[in-house]
């Protein structure tokens, strides 16, 4: 018996009775991370990584009944051994281990393998079957080191206060915001975010991560020399909106792993481009996938049919599982009120 299968609901394990990131409502959820793409309402139970609580307590509800483990920590459920390490990817991001009759599974959900200041590190997991994504699952993409961008972005804000210019900073409300948050220069000018990012910010705080002072963008006016001097963090879906109008004369970036691309940075149409992402770049799967030992490999959401004719060429088992996941953006996070 296969310990995951994929199921209308989402991924199931038979044995264990239960889901792993589920897309419909059901009895049983193990929920990786809080993106809104992998941890949705309408579960009777969840289960995460301890990290994670405050997180999917802001997100899906302060009153959803709610497990956590800490990292490392096991739980027997009818017959399956339950685990949650971390996934490198956000907050609370967890890989989950199950272990039945001998045989071990690692469902990744989203991961990173370069670590970074605002989460627990990736902890490669030995497996027979490893299921990883594979958002940035072409050759093409390579990071790299985030030390590097955020000295482009401190360079780029710097630049533009100098021109009397505000710097807005589109970046994914959950996660990207708070990594480029710890990355930030703040003898540099004031922050600012947008309405999306700072309930996710008070998270980080509550569970000890270190960022600078923050002030809420809506409270400012046009006039207000400030303005000039600032970098603000959005999502992108405030770009173009009614939103942006009290920034005056500014200049706007991008911050993502799809800034590789040099059309999609055209399509964003944005005066800059930072390359960073918290998924793995191609070598960093590899590497991920490696570490594991796995002999079979289940490739879900990104350039699954890439990744699965690479891996089985160098011998491994690998396929497809069709999911309902996307990428790092994260719709009901930009859709807050600013």
């Known amino acids: 018996m296969d310990l995951v299968i994929a199921r209308p609901e989402g991924l199931y394990c038979p044995p264990g009775d239960f889901y792993i990131d589920p897309w419909r409502p059901v009895e049983r959820a193990v929920i990786t991370h809080g993106h809104g793409d992998h941890a949705r309402t309408g579960n009777a139970r969840y289960l995460t990584a301890e990290p994670g609580a405050g997180v999917l307590r802001s997100r899906l509800g302060a009153d959803i009944n709610l497990q956590t483990l800490a990292y490392g920590e096991r739980l027997d459920h009818h017959g399956v051994t339950l685990s949650l390490h971390p996934a490198g990817h956000v907050l609370g991001s967890a890989q989950v281990r199950l272990e039945y009759q001998g045989e071990v599974w690692v469902a990744s959900g989203d991961y990173k393998v370069e670590p970074d200041a605002t989460c627990a590190p990736f902890e490669p997991v030995r497996c027979h079957t490893f299921i990883t994504e594979s958002t940035f699952g072409l050759p093409i993409y390579r990071w790299p080191p985030q030390a590097v961008i955020f000295e482009q972005i401190n360079s780029w804000w710097r630049a533009n206060r100098d021109q009397g210019k505000a710097s807005v900073l589109f970046c994914y409300a959950f996660g990207k915001a708070q990594r480029i948050l710890h990355g930030l220069d703040a003898g540099i000018g004031p922050i ?82 930072f390359v960073l992402s918290d998924h793995a770049d191609w070598p960093g799967l590899l590497w991920a996938i490696e570490q594991t030992g796995a002999e079979r490999v289940m490739v879900t959401h990104g350039s699954v049919n890439v990744l699965v004719r690479y891996l089985s060429e160098r011998g491994l088992d690998a396929r497809g599982f069709v999911t309902e996941y996307g990428d790092e953006d994260d719709a009901s996070a930009e859709q807050a009120s600013p």
């Open 192 to 273: 600012l975010v947008h309405g999306a990012v700072e309930p996710l910010n008070r998270v980080y705080r509550d569970a000890g991560v270190a960022l600078p002072e923050t002030h809420y963008a809506g409270d400012f006016i046009r006039s207000d020399p400030l303005l000039r001097q600032a970098i603000v963090l959005a999502p992108p879906s405030a770009g173009g909106s009614s939103w942006m109008k009290r920034f005056g004369d500014y200049s706007d970036a991008f911050a993502s792993g799809w800034m590789r691309l040099r059309g999609t940075r055209r399509r964003r149409g944005v005066d800059r481009g």
